[in-house]
């Protein structure tokens, strides 16, 4: 198979400022610091395919994920849907093309909305008689696994966590898209329920094939789902491939100290790396994982590694030349 | 006998056949349902279960910090000696400064807002001072405190000890709240989840450091998650509940290894190991029971795949099998 992108990002940055601009920052030009959430990142997601974006809370990745569901618009880079680069003024186009699901469903779904209404909103741009909606709306909740006569009028609060994580997941298919956004989708839920969530997800992915870009910060789940993995260290993507080449031979320091930071029932001697995680105000000079790296040489603290092929995967790092 | 007389002097908890009870609108619900456990000196015990299953409510219930409409119905607390249910309010406050310290999911509510660190951190050193006899001059305390935020792996412990609340990262707080109970020695460290609001490379520095704490000095630890691998890193022991009871109860490495309830079985299947392309992950099939409406005889049983007759009628005892107790019929009983 041919990878045919579905969404790439190319060179893409969003700085957000780190306070608001008053008037008095205004008439006397103060100089606000500027935060860099995210800072010249490729990345791609292709046809069919799911890529999981790993990293901790600060590195960017949610930023990240909204930017390629046009909710941000990047302050530099350009991202490209199918060919066509997204901007401004034709960004509500692919809105029906590109969904996402938020962490907490409690918080993304309306509570005063019914569940049928909340389904079938992303729909409400293609003009359909409500008798079509209906039965689309009980198609998407087929699909996840829910019986849409006992749920049509039901509210969110009426739901469990699992089950309203699922009519998240039925909003986001109903307008068939062709690449959806999860933003730890399963993070908020209890370790049954999350399983049951991720078979949900795999299922969807094999049978419409959808392609995801999975948000996460919890390994076992991004080893579980994806096929490529993309490791985020403060603004940067540090290392990006095939999900079972980098989670067994890790090559960039930080994902080497990432992934024996993360407890499992084989490890018990975790050995997490020294440190803070860097400002992204004032980011350090040259690699920024250099204050924390174990193998920090010279060339790390003055210049900043590109993300170059090693090996069949992409890696930042002044170690592999 | 006496093996089992020596090991109660030296246990630091003892829970007897406790049960907890909220009132709500919808009736009496039984969050604890006679619960025993023994915590011995130095020993860390992890507490895994899905929510609702009563392990927050077991770990309140032990520093009595309970909401106002829950209610100890029966059984007791025995901490370090002292009756934790009849204690007055006086030496309750000394008890939680000594005994037991405990440490919240969510650390910006642990913290004064208003007081510099310094100031907070400080309370807790008078606090073991009273209690020790030793007096608390600034000069030597300050030493102590930049000493204790350096044990915790804080950077800049001298610029933090100035610093309010708000100024400091999640994972910072956590660690000034785990560096007061330092200062304490208490011999019971109740923690109920208190890695879930950080991330994985400072919650390995913390699990690390409590691990290194109860090495160190003898402290007990009562872990209360419901992530199975963070308790195989902490604990020595695991208590798996279930709707308001325990399950199996046993040594870490033996539970997760081979479980024996069918509940601790699933719960440990679930944990993603796998790719996708290898298959579907196990799931436990139904949903946690009403607790307000417990099912009959085993609490599981309707989602049980060994489920026999008797489970649906009759309640299982604990048997002992393969060095611990499981509360299960298809061992016996």
Redesign the interface.
Known sequence: MVDEPVIEAKQVSRYFLAAKKGLLESIFRREIPIVRAVDNVDITVNRGE?VALVG??GCGKTTLGRMLTTLETPTSGEIIFKGETMNEHNKSRFRGKIQLVFQNPLESLDPRMALRDIVVEPLERMNLTSAEKTSMFENALSYVGLESRNFAYRRPSDL?G?QRQRVAVARAIVSNPEFVVLDEPTSAL???V???V??LL?KL?KNFGFAYLFIT?N???A???SDRVAIMYAGKVVETGP??QVMTHPKHPYTQ??LS?????EN?D????????PSLINPPSGCRFHPRCPYVMEVCKTTEPPLRMSEGEEVACWLYK | MTAQSTELQHATLQVHDLSIVYKTIYGELKAVNKLNLTIGRGESVAVVGESGSGKSTLGLSIVRLLPGNARYSEGGINLDGQDVEKLKDRDLTRMRGSSVFMIFQDPLNALNPVKRIKDQMFEALKTRNEREGGSADKESGQRELVESLRSVRMPDPELILNRFPHQLSGGQIQRVVIAMGLLMRPKLLIADEPTSALDVTIQAQVLKLMRDLQREYGMSILFVTHDISIAYAISDRIIVMYAGEIVEDGSTEKIIRKPLHPYAQALIASIPKKSKDQGDLTTISGSTPNMLNPPSGCRFHSRCPFVMEKCITNSPNFIENDDRRVRCFLYGG
Do not use: F, M, W
């Open positions: 799911v901790e809370s469990s699992g209890d370790a049954s999350q399983s049951q991720l078979n795999v992915h910060h390994i076992a789940v080893r579980y789902i999900t079972a100290a990432l930071a993360v407890p499992t029932t018990k975790l050995t997490p790396p020294v440190g803070e995680v």
